[in-house]
C-alpha cells in the first residue's frame, strides 16, 4: 500500500499522505469499512469515492476510527479535541491532524498553471523579495501557504492578496516561514512549513496560540 509519507511534526501534529494508485477493491479490502461507510462510499461519484478511501487510509494511518464531519462552510472536523484539515491533489490525499488549529495544502508541481496564476495570490511586497530564478517553486509554496491559512482560519477570509501574507524565506524543506493573517482591524502572525513529496508539494500552517 502506497504510504507516501508520515511526518511527526511534534507531540501534538501529525500529517499523513497516501497515493491512492490501488483499485477501489484493494482499498476496500485493506479498509474492511462498516456498513454505514461503505453506504457513504457508494453515493460517491468515482472521484470522490476514491478520495473518501484515501481519507480513511490516512485516518487508519493514525488509527483513528471516527467518521469526519463537515460545518457549515465544509471546513473538516472529528468527535474529539483534535483539529484536523484535509487535501488532496490527483491521486494524492493528506491529512493533518493537531492539537493546534492547522490547515494543510498540496499542490501537484505544475509551472505553467502556476505561473498563470501568479497575479491571484502573489502581492508585490512578495514578488519584491522571490528570485527570478527560482520563481515557479517559491509560487508553489506561497500558494500552499495562503492555500492553509485559509483553512486555518475556517474560510472567513478569502482575498489571497489583501488578506495573506508570507514573510520573506528561504527554500529549506520543514524549516518555519512566518506568514500572517489580516483584516480591517488587526493582522496574527502563523508558522508554516512545507516538503517534497514526490513531484507534489506539501505545505501545512500551525496556529500555536
Not at 13 to 25: A, F, L, M, P, Y
Not at 102 to 107: A, K, L, S, V
Request: aromatic share 14%.
Amino acid at each position: 500500500m502506497p504510504l507516501i509519507n508520515s511526518l511527526h511534526q511534534d507531540e501534538f501534529t501529525r500529517i499523513v499522505g497516501w497515493k491512492t494508485q490501488e483499485s477501489d477493491e484493494e482499498l476496500l479490502a485493506y479498509l474492511d469499512l462498516s456498513p454505514y461507510r461503505i453506504m457513504k462510499y457508494l453515493t460517491l461519484g468515482p472521484k470522490q469515492a476514491k478520495e473518501y478511501l484515501g481519507l480513511r487510509c490516512c485516518l487508519k494511518e493514525l488509527n483513528l476510527d471516527f467518521d469526519v464531519y463537515y460545518n457549515k462552510k465544509g471546513k473538516p472536523y472529528l468527535p474529539s479535541n483534535k483539529q484536523l484539515s484535509i487535501t488532496h491533489s490527483f491521486d494524492m490525499v493528506c491529512i493533518g491532524l493537531s492539537k493546534f488549529k492547522i490547515g494543510i495544502d498540496i499542490e501537484k508541481n505544475r509551472p505553467h498553471k502556476i505561473l498563470n496564476i501568479k497575479e491571484k495570490f502573489i502581492r508585490k511586497d512578495e514578488a519584491d523579495w522571490i528570485p527570478k530564478e527560482r520563481e515557479e517553486e517559491y509560487f508553489h509554496v506561497i500558494w500552499g501557504i495562503k492555500e492553509g491559512l485559509y483553512k486555518l482560519d475556517g474560510g472567513n477570509l478569502w482575498n489571497f492578496l489583501h488578506h495573506y501574507r508570507v514573510d520573506p524565506f528561504e527554500l529549506k524543506e520543514n524549516e518555519p516561514i512566518s506568514c500572517w493573517i489580516s483584516d480591517e482591524t488587526k493582522s496574527r502572525n502563523y508558522e508554516a512549513k512545507y516538503t517534497l513529496m514526490e513531484d507534489y508539494y506539501l505545505v501545512w500552517t500551525l496556529d500555536f496560540e
